[in-house]
């Protein structure tokens, strides 16, 4: 047996021979095997890594080749109105629970920047005044659950709902005109978008940043669970209210999701970055960097992969989401002997022959390869989860 002691400082001993994954019985967070000792991190974590990275690899490419009137745009891919809205739910899942409200609060944002530029207010003052909406909505939710102890996954379901509700329905009774140009002063060009866009998404970063490295800042937040979903869910809500505007900034309107999931992509591309995954210094980093090439490689598998043009994306989302949690899941689970050390690989390279076949080879090769990349990505997934190849020695 082994000690080690976690984040939040609480030691433990645990098998050091065992296959199952590790977790701290007090903060509940899967601890990387040797991650926290100083040791090297498990293989299987970077399976994930090299899934995204192999994707645009393949893709970009491929994609840019195609004459596809989104080559000149991948900035604008990565840069998008979902990026604050996926970075919102990433935080949440790294703080330890699941924020289903940033769809909803998007909607608010939009809607309540709508009605401010209508009603003459300055385009960056109705922006702030929509981020200052998403952040209360947001200390809101965090109050709720810190007074009845609450789940925040319940918590944000319901007011996730709400919001929904209430803007479809201020909308329709308000039904404001659509803004103009001249209305939005500029701020619609794609220029001044992507340039909001990454401001939204730099400073969280940046204040990501500054905690990493400081071990009393990443000490005194190991040690308050609840002031850091707080803080996700109050950033959070601001950084969705922000995607909204963005919406707004494009359309000129915005048309609320008749549904809680408002854009599958932004679930998926916070599966594709690895949010359930990095358990190490630094992951939430990680995750937060991969997020853009991640939104990346879900524009060009909407636009070209397997179903194709004309098919429904959020069904070409939902494959990708259930191959990625395939993937990470047989990677983290591991093994040492046998197939189940390479069970994460084999359902790597399923998706990645999926991804190739889509591009490069002979059109009757590539309407088989995706089933046939399924099938090896479906053997992989087979082979981690049912543990063929044998149990560890003890």
């Known amino acids: 047996m082994a000690t080690v002691k976690c984040a939040c400082g609480q030691k433990f001993t645990y098998d050091p021979d065992a296959d ?25 974590v970077f399976v994930s890594l090299w899934l995204l990275l192999g994707l645009v690899a393949v893709l970009v490419p491929a994609w840019a080749g195609t004459g596809n009137s989104y080559r000149a745009d991948l900035i604008g891919s990565m840069a998008s109105a979902w990026l604050p809205v996926a970075l919102a739910l990433l935080l949440s899942i790294r703080a330890g629970g699941l924020n289903l409200s940033v769809w909803g609060m998007a909607a608010m944002g939009a809607a309540t920047a709508w009605w401010a530029i209508a009603a003459g207010v300055p385009v960056p003052v109705a922006a702030v005044l929509a981020l200052a909406a998403g952040a209360a909505a947001g ?10 102890g609450v789940s925040s996954l319940l918590v944000s379901l319901v007011g996730g709902i709400a919001l929904l509700t ?13 803004l103009t140009s001249e209305a939005l002063g500029g701020f619609n060009s794609l220029d001044v978008r992507l340039l909001i866009s990454a401001l939204l998404f730099s400073v969280p970063m940046l204040a990501l940043l500054l905690v990493d490295r400081s071990d009393k800042w990443r000490e005194q937040a190991a040690g308050a669970p609840q002031r850091v979903m707080a803080a996700a869910l109050i950033g959070g ?12 900034l494009g359309q000129g309107q915005y048309q609320c999701t008749a549904y809680l999931l408002g854009d599958l992509r932004v679930l998926a591309a916070v599966a594709l ?10 992951g939430t980093l990680l995750a937060g960097v ?11 598998w909407r636009e ?12 070409s989302w939902v494959i990708l989401l259930i191959m990625t949690l395939g993937v990470q899941g047989v990677a983290r689970r591991g093994g040492r002997h046998g197939i189940r050390r390479l069970a994460g690989w084999l359902a790597w390279a399923g998706v990645m022959i999926i991804a190739a076949g889509a591009f490069w080879l002979h059109p009757s090769a590539a309407d088989a390869l995706p089933y046939v990349g399924a099938a090896v990505w479906l053997a992989g997934v087979l082979a981690g989860t049912v543990g063929w190849g044998g149990r560890s020695a003890r």
């Open 166 to 178: 209430l803007s479809r329905w201020a909308v329709a009774v308000v039904s404001p005109e659509p």
């Open 139 to 148: 200390w809101i939710q965090a109050e709720v659950v810190r007074r009845f």
């Open 304 to 315: 070209r992969l397997w179903l194709g043009p004309g098919a429904v994306s959020e069904l």
């Open 20 to 44: 199952s994954p590790v977790t701290c019985p007090v903060c509940r967070r899967l601890w990387s095997r040797g991650a926290d000792a100083g040791g090297s991190v498990p293989p299987g």
């Open 290 to 300: 991969l997020l853009p090439p991640a939104l990346l490689v879900l524009t060009i």
């Open 237 to 248: 809500g601001a950084l969705s209210a922000g995607g909204g505007v963005l919406l707004l």
């Open 273 to 282: 970055c690895g949010a359930w995954v990095w358990q190490l210094r630094g």
